[in-house]
């Protein structure tokens, strides 16, 4: 074996060990040597102190004069040049005390520094461990399992269930299942019939099936994936020190001070005294102590930020692009609305969907499932069920025969079902149908549904200073624009392929600091070409967490803003802390210029600077009351009450929809009933809860958001609610009075129904983007 390929990793661990080590192991000492010599001096010892604090000198000059040459190959010249000329000063005129307070805060910087700055691997560990080894390859013979780099075009292959589609190809059984959120980031499972592409890395959630391979494993589309996020994190550049950038001006400055100090009067001690006070401690101290205490700061509220750099970074980005799944929306799908055919209700349709779906693993049936347990309805154990893939299960619930899922293609769809179908193509949903002994009786419509905090977290962006709010997603366009709208973004870019993302990253970077927000697999490449990569953790996908620069630990996109105005925090205070203690410094050197200063003085006189820059970059730490208001225990536990009781109101909502669709198709008894069933919901259920929010919700919300007038535009809409309640209470009267609704009633009920629909359901999403997101 070749010794130098052993030496190589050996040499790999050790530096990394080393690097971990240094800034620690060199605080401990010169901080010991500055503490024994000062023992030293007050036991009347100074030829003893003098050699502690120079050896404590000594000890910073070596690797300090390593970190500058380092810095020199990389050409760049920042403040560590500075502090090596003053350690060599003060070594070479006798100030072995100022050396050894030199030496100190050198330390103290760099390791301070080490802890904001460390950057964490973008070894994409996670992408590398979703990707298949081997395929089974169908033979004359049987199926033989091959290392994938065996696979060749042409190959006939077999995908089983639960695998991971190995290179990309063609169906070439009748039809293949397939969660594809791993590419799109779309949560909802498709189906792709003979013939159809299909691309690697795609999960097979049905039954085996054929595939035809179309490409090797190299030139596939996971393996495409794999190779853009590796590049685009090479093509990342190093982040530029902060303290370095102003150094660019403070070092020549502080050279040109000592030259000049030593020329005119002679003396070698007070060009050194000028190099002790010029020592940039505020740079080497004030930015990383900010920095730190950002970190700090974030890592309390759920923003695990990898490095000061990214941090910095992010108080300076102006472009925010954000993926649409998962980043926006819940990333699960929900139960947007439920029609019934007449005879049935609402609630019966999704408690019957419900039992039969709790035996599908399908990611809508646990939707279904979760809203029907969530509106407090009472689930039947169904019996004989079978499920077909890409169908949807089929069971007995209650005696009748029960299937959710698809209708088949030649199933007559009545009226009512072609409302649905309508309905669902405006609100980019899709459907679960429930048959009962094989004849249509209702529909599940289910979306993937926009976060409660996405508006105000976008706001709030605006508000700190990002110019540029973009989607990028894989899903279709007009659900993508639909979003886009509803948040007011300046542009969406749908149907993108993971090269298609970090090209989009790309070209935002030659114009402004870039972030890129994601969650999942597809996302990894674009969260790694970003000059901040941020991923959405509590949810996401590994790869994604560890491509990012930034990881939201809670599952609130609202904590993005937190991260960006605590961000922009730091680095203000990190830049007033270095410009104030150089302003400082910059005096001190005057008056070392002209002899008023020794060495040693001056280097305590650093020191006071420093401990002010520090508890002024301290305040970082604080929280800023404007990243979000405060609200009280009390008005936290009104928000969870009844932000729980908009989740069981649903099926209110539900009703009233259902009662003005009926009053629309069949103006007669059975449409009466649906409306007086309707009423009695609204008086005992609906109208009690806004009257509670109206008096105990918003009267605890309002000195958290200035005022009473702040929630007076919600107040209005109960205002209304009550209105048009008491105006379908009247029909209903008159209905009574005339033994049924006469003609001219019907336009102005169904207008009564559908507005109070509206109302209800805007009124419903105001509240929970602009109050109940306040709660954590």
């Given at each position: 074996m070749d010794h130098s390929t052993r030496r190589a990793p050996l040499h790999h661990l050790i530096s990394s060990f080393v690097s971990r080590r240094l800034e620690p192991l060199l605080l401990a000492v010169t901080a010991a040597a500055l503490t024994g010599g000062g023992i030293a001096w007050l036991a009347d010892a100074p030829d003893l102190a003098d050699l502690l604090w120079a050896l404590g000198t000594v000890a910073a000059v070596v690797p300090a004069l390593w970190w500058v040459l380092a810095a020199l190959r990389r050409g760049q010249a920042?403040?560590?040049?500075?502090?090596?000329?003053?350690?060599?000063?003060?070594?070479?005129?006798?100030?072995?005390?100022?050396?050894?307070?030199?030496?100190?805060?050198l330390a103290t910087g760099r390791t301070l520094e080490a802890a904001a700055q460390r950057r964490a691997s973008h070894d994409l560990r996670a992408l590398l461990a979703h990707a298949p080894r081997s395929a089974h390859r169908r033979t004359d013979s049987g199926v033989v399992t091959v290392p994938l780099e065996q696979v060749v075009v042409d190959d006939l292959l077999v995908v089983r269930p639960g695998e991971v589609v190995p290179v990309d190809g063609r169906v070439e059984s009748a039809a293949a299942v397939l969660d594809e959120s791993v590419l799109t980031g779309e949560p909802v499972q498709v189906e792709r019939p003979r013939g159809e592409a299909v691309r690697s890395g795609v999960v097979n959630t049905g039954g085996a099936f054929e595939l035809r391979a179309t490409a090797t494993e190299g030139d596939s589309t996971y393996a495409q994936i794999v190779r853009l996020a590796q590049q685009a994190g090479a093509e990342s550049a190093p982040v530029v020190r902060l303290a370095d950038r102003y150094a660019a001006w403070f070092l020549p400055l502080s050279l040109v001070v000592a030259g000049l100090a030593w020329l005119i009067s002679g003396s070698a001690v007070r060009a050194v005294a000028v190099l002790v006070v010029a020592t940039p401690c505020p740079l080497l101290l004030a930015a990383p102590v900010a920095i730190v205490s950002g970190l700090s700061r974030a890592s309390r509220l759920g923003v695990v930020v990898r490095d000061g750099g990214a941090l910095e970074n992010l108080g300076r980005a102006r472009t925010l692009l954000l993926d649409k799944t998962g980043t926006l929306t819940r990333g699960r799908p929900r139960v947007l609305d439920v029609s019934a055919a007449p005879g049935l209700k609402p609630a019966e349709v999704l408690r019957l969907a419900a039992s039969l779906d709790q035996y599908s693993p399908h990611v809508l049936a646990q939707a279904v499932v979760d809203t029907a347990r969530e509106r407090g309805l009472r689930l039947t154990a169904p019996t004989d069920v079978t499920e077909e893939p890409g169908r949807g299960p089929t069971g007995t619930v209650d005696g009748r025969r029960v299937s959710v899922g698809r209708l088949d293609t030649g199933t007559a769809r009545p009226a009512w079902a072609r409302a649905v179908d309508n309905r669902a193509l405006l609100d980019g949903a899709a459907v679960a149908w429930l048959t009962l002994d094989g004849e249509p009786a209702g529909a599940v419509l289910l979306r993937d549904p926009l976060r409660p905090d996405a508006p105000r977290t976008l706001r709030h962006l605006r508000t700190a200073g990002i110019r540029r709010l973009l989607m990028l997603t894989g899903d279709r366009a007009a659900p993508a624009r639909e979003?886009?709208?509803?948040?007011?973004?300046?542009?969406?870019?749908?149907?993108?392929?993971?090269?298609?993302?970090?090209?989009?990253?790309?070209?935002?970077?030659?114009?402004?600091?870039?972030?890129?927000?994601?969650?999942?697999?597809?996302?990894?490449?674009?969260?790694?070409?970003?000059?901040?990569?941020?991923?959405?953790?509590?949810?996401?996908?590994?790869?994604?967490?560890?491509?990012?620069?930034?990881?939201?630990?809670?599952?609130?996109?609202?904590?993005?803003?937190?991260?960006?105005?605590?961000?922009?925090?730091a680095r203000r205070i990190a830049v007033q802390s270095a410009l104030g203690g150089m302003l400082m410094s910059l005096v001190a050197m005057a008056v070392a210029a002209v002899g008023l200063l020794p060495p040693a003085v001056g280097a305590l006189l650093q020191e006071g600077i420093d401990v002010a820059v520090i508890l002024n970059a301290l305040r970082a730490l604080r929280v800023d009351q404007a990243t979000r208001p405060a609200v009280t225990p009390a008005a936290e536990a009104l928000i969870h009450r009844f932000a729980d009781e908009h989740h069981d109101l649903q099926d209110v909502l539900d009703a009233v929809r259902d009662a003005a669709d009926r009053l629309s198709d069949e103006p007669g008894p059975t449409a009466l009933t649906a409306?007086?069933?309707?009423?009695?919901?609204?008086?005992?259920?609906?109208?009690?809860?806004?009257?509670?929010?109206?008096?105990?919700?918003?009267?605890?919300?309002?000195?958290?958001?200035?005022?009473?007038?702040?929630?007076?535009?919600?107040?209005?809409?109960?205002?209304?609610?009550?209105?048009?309640?008491?105006?379908?209470?009247?029909?209903?009267?008159?209905?009574?009075?005339?033994?049924?609704?006469?003609?001219?009633?019907?336009?102005?009920?169904?207008?009564?129904?559908?507005?109070?629909?509206?109302?209800?359901?805007?009124?419903?999403?105001?509240?929970?983007?602009?109050?109940?997101?306040?709660?954590?």
């Amino acid at each position: 074996m070749d010794h130098s390929t052993r030496r190589a990793p050996l040499h790999h661990l050790i530096s990394s060990f080393v690097s971990r080590r240094l800034e620690p192991l060199l605080l401990a000492v010169t901080a010991a040597a500055l503490t024994g010599g000062g023992i030293a001096w007050l036991a009347d010892a100074p030829d003893l102190a003098d050699l502690l604090w120079a050896l404590g000198t000594v000890a910073a000059v070596v690797p300090a004069l390593w970190w500058v040459l380092a810095a020199l190959r990389r050409g760049q010249a920042g403040v560590d040049l500075i502090a090596v000329l003053a350690l060599g000063g003060t070594l070479a005129v006798g100030e072995y005390l100022a050396g050894a307070l030199i030496a100190l805060m050198l330390a103290t910087g760099r390791t301070l520094e080490a802890a904001a700055q460390r950057r964490a691997s973008h070894d994409l560990r996670a992408l590398l461990a979703h990707a298949p080894r081997s395929a089974h390859r169908r033979t004359d013979s049987g199926v033989v399992t091959v290392p994938l780099e065996q696979v060749v075009v042409d190959d006939l292959l077999v995908v089983r269930p639960g695998e991971v589609v190995p290179v990309d190809g063609r169906v070439e059984s009748a039809a293949a299942v397939l969660d594809e959120s791993v590419l799109t980031g779309e949560p909802v499972q498709v189906e792709r019939p003979r013939g159809e592409a299909v691309r690697s890395g795609v999960v097979n959630t049905g039954g085996a099936f054929e595939l035809r391979a179309t490409a090797t494993e190299g030139d596939s589309t996971y393996a495409q994936i794999v190779r853009l996020a590796q590049q685009a994190g090479a093509e990342s550049a190093p982040v530029v020190r902060l303290a370095d950038r102003y150094a660019a001006w403070f070092l020549p400055l502080s050279l040109v001070v000592a030259g000049l100090a030593w020329l005119i009067s002679g003396s070698a001690v007070r060009a050194v005294a000028v190099l002790v006070v010029a020592t940039p401690c505020p740079l080497l101290l004030a930015a990383p102590v900010a920095i730190v205490s950002g970190l700090s700061r974030a890592s309390r509220l759920g923003v695990v930020v990898r490095d000061g750099g990214a941090l910095e970074n992010l108080g300076r980005a102006r472009t925010l692009l954000l993926d649409k799944t998962g980043t926006l929306t819940r990333g699960r799908p929900r139960v947007l609305d439920v029609s019934a055919a007449p005879g049935l209700k609402p609630a019966e349709v999704l408690r019957l969907a419900a039992s039969l779906d709790q035996y599908s693993p399908h990611v809508l049936a646990q939707a279904v499932v979760d809203t029907a347990r969530e509106r407090g309805l009472r689930l039947t154990a169904p019996t004989d069920v079978t499920e077909e893939p890409g169908r949807g299960p089929t069971g007995t619930v209650d005696g009748r025969r029960v299937s959710v899922g698809r209708l088949d293609t030649g199933t007559a769809r009545p009226a009512w079902a072609r409302a649905v179908d309508n309905r669902a193509l405006l609100d980019g949903a899709a459907v679960a149908w429930l048959t009962l002994d094989g004849e249509p009786a209702g529909a599940v419509l289910l979306r993937d549904p926009l976060r409660p905090d996405a508006p105000r977290t976008l706001r709030h962006l605006r508000t700190a200073g990002i110019r540029r709010l973009l989607m990028l997603t894989g899903d279709r366009a007009a659900p993508a624009r639909e979003v886009a709208a509803v948040l007011g973004l300046d542009d969406v870019r749908a149907e993108l392929s993971p090269a298609d993302k970090v090209a989009a990253v790309r070209a935002e970077r030659e114009h402004a600091v870039t972030v890129m927000v994601g969650d999942g697999v597809n996302d990894a490449p674009a969260l790694a070409a970003a000059d901040v990569g941020v991923a959405m953790g509590a949810h996401g996908s590994t790869a994604s967490s560890e491509a990012a620069d930034i990881v939201l630990t809670t599952d609130r996109v609202d904590r993005l803003a937190d991260a960006v105005t605590i961000a922009q925090r730091a680095r203000r205070i990190a830049v007033q802390s270095a410009l104030g203690g150089m302003l400082m410094s910059l005096v001190a050197m005057a008056v070392a210029a002209v002899g008023l200063l020794p060495p040693a003085v001056g280097a305590l006189l650093q020191e006071g600077i420093d401990v002010a820059v520090i508890l002024n970059a301290l305040r970082a730490l604080r929280v800023d009351q404007a990243t979000r208001p405060a609200v009280t225990p009390a008005a936290e536990a009104l928000i969870h009450r009844f932000a729980d009781e908009h989740h069981d109101l649903q099926d209110v909502l539900d009703a009233v929809r259902d009662a003005a669709d009926r009053l629309s198709d069949e103006p007669g008894p059975t449409a009466l009933t649906a409306v007086e069933e309707t009423h009695r919901l609204l008086v005992e259920r609906l109208l009690p809860h806004e009257y509670a929010e109206e008096h105990e919700l918003y009267p605890a919300l309002a000195p958290t958001l200035g005022g009473p007038e702040a929630t007076a535009t919600m107040s209005r809409a109960h205002t209304e609610i009550e209105r048009l309640s008491r105006r379908i209470a009247t029909h209903l009267e008159l209905a009574r009075a005339d033994g049924g609704l006469a003609r001219d009633q019907l336009d102005d009920l169904r207008s009564c129904l559908y507005g109070l629909n509206t109302v209800l359901r805007l009124h419903f999403t105001q509240e929970e983007e602009n109050y109940f997101s306040l709660a954590p």
